[in-house]
């Protein structure tokens, strides 16, 4: 669910260090969406009243356009 103001989905695992991110998308190992595209860190983007960093989200919602 996409709506603004809905309950995030959880990803499982634990988060990583914040003293040894990982490299790319910090959230990468634990993403079921994550792809090679994800070993770097995405560019900062920012519309429709929210910013994101994450490419499988961009990706998601230009296809529901």
């Not at 499982?12 to 079921?32: K, N, V, W």
């Not at 090679?36 to 960093?53: H, I, S």
Request: charged content about 25%; glycine content about 8%.
């Amino acid at each position: 669910n996409n709506e603004r103001g809905s309950r995030l989905k959880q990803i499982p695992g634990m988060t990583p260090s914040l003293i040894h991110l990982p490299s790319g998308c910090p959230f990468r190992e634990r993403c079921d969406r994550a792809t090679d595209a994800c070993r770097a860190v995405p560019p900062l983007q920012t519309g429709e009243g929210r910013t994101l960093r994450c490419l499988a989200a961009r990706h998601s919602r230009a296809q529901s356009t």
